[in-house]
């Protein structure tokens, strides 16, 4: 799942304490943050994270997870207070990307692939 977020500019540090906290509380959900980053050129500082979960379910039980969590309701008045827009598109790894070193295509041990 790729999560594109606006911040208001006026409080990005406030908004990427917020995500940061957020990355455990979804992590101990079984969610795989693959990477975050920030835009330098385009609109400036716009987040992109990308999500990697098992199906629609995960989303749902991830996001009951963070909304259960003590701290929600002061994670909730950051986010709320300091996103312009997010976009959540779901996605489907492309057939030409590359694998992982170390890891092996899908059904492969490491082991079986040649040096």
């Not at 309701?73 to 779901?90: C, D, G, H, K, M």
């Amino acid at each position: 799942m790729q999560a594109t977020i606006e911040p208001n500019p006026e409080g990005l540090p406030q908004l990427l304490a917020v995500l940061a906290e957020m990355v455990g509380i979804l992590e101990a959900e079984g969610w795989r943050l693959a990477g975050a980053f920030q835009q330098r050129s385009g609109r400036l500082q716009t987040i992109i994270d990308l999500w990697e979960l098992d199906d629609y379910n995960h989303y749902a039980r991830g996001l009951q997870a963070l909304s259960r969590h003590a701290r929600f309701p002061a994670i909730a008045q950051v986010l709320a207070a300091n996103i312009r827009s997010e976009t959540l598109v779901f996605l489907d790894k492309a057939p030409y990307m590359r694998q992982a070193a170390g890891s092996a295509p899908e059904g492969r041990k490491p082991e079986e692939l040649n040096p």
